[in-house]
């Protein structure tokens, strides 16, 4: 006659230890297995709030807009750049196109000349802007001691009723430890993370050219016509005279020195 231990394990040959050591790993899974849901739904919920957050914030004016009757240290244009400004009175809006494909060499732009132009050395100031696929860069600062080339961003200003750009605190190129860039085009374009699509933002830039003329510029796209990347499509207008007025009454006008 067998007789049953009453402390016996009801496990049928699986030792305690076995058994909390599999409860241990189903908990451990369980953990593992809420953290990834729980992380998969803040990548599908809070991340594209915060990066819509990120982009307008990007997007915002490099300057604080004076409201009006309002100046500030900045000299910049007001909500209403110009109240009453006769549409005829506005200069050529002229667009462009700049094949900046190449991942290697720069594509310099001159707005004097309204062209592409063939520089070999960046202390000229014979252009203004220069393109190396969707990098942008000015003729002034760290890129050019010599050149006075700078940019403030607008924000999403009507490209039209911009007739009037500030006279001072233009942001020239900063040193970085590669290569130089510009603080105010580091991120004109937005960038679509499902199709991996760059878009140009709507906002309207201030620009003093290498030898301090002013021009507004709207870059609109980074396609070339057969769909490859790296042309810059924008769009401006370029006052040769010196004056800080995109208006044809302000050409006739010499600003003072």
Not at 110 to 121: A, L, P, Q, W
Request: glycine residues 4%.
């Amino acid at each position: 006659m067998s007789t049953t231990d009453p402390f016996e394990s009801p496990t049928h040959g699986i030792e305690p230890d076995e058994q909390t050591l599999k409860k241990k790993k189903l908990w451990r899974n369980l953990f593992l297995f809420n953290l990834c849901i729980t992380l998969l739904l803040i990548g599908i919920f809070w991340l594209p709030v915060k990066l819509v957050q990120m982009e307008k914030f990007a997007s915002s004016p490099s300057v604080n807009l004076t409201k009006k009757g309002v100046s500030n240290a900045f000299n910049s244009i007001p909500d209403q750049p110009v109240e009453n400004v006769v549409a005829s009175d506005l200069l050529e809006t002229k667009l462009t196109v700049i094949n900046a494909s190449s991942e290697d060499n720069w594509v310099y732009f001159d707005f004097s000349r309204g062209e592409v132009v063939d520089i070999h050395d960046k202390s000229s100031i014979e252009w203004d802007l220069a393109f190396r696929r969707s990098k942008v860069i000015s003729n002034g600062g760290a890129t050019n001691k010599f050149g006075r080339a700078g940019l403030i961003n607008l924000g999403s200003l009507d490209f039209d009723q911009v007739a009037e750009v500030p006279l001072e605190n233009y942001v020239q190129d900063k040193a970085t430890r590669t290569e130089t860039e510009n603080p105010i085009l580091l991120k004109w374009y937005k960038y679509n993370y499902l199709t991996h699509k760059l878009s140009a933002k709507p906002n309207t830039y201030a620009v003093r050219t290498a030898n301090s003329k002013f021009v507004k510029v709207k870059f609109l796209d980074f396609y070339c016509s057969n769909k490859e990347t790296g042309c810059i499509k924008m769009q401006y207008v370029y006052q040769d005279n010196g004056s800080n007025k995109l208006t044809k009454s302000a050409s006739g006008i010499t600003p003072p020195a």
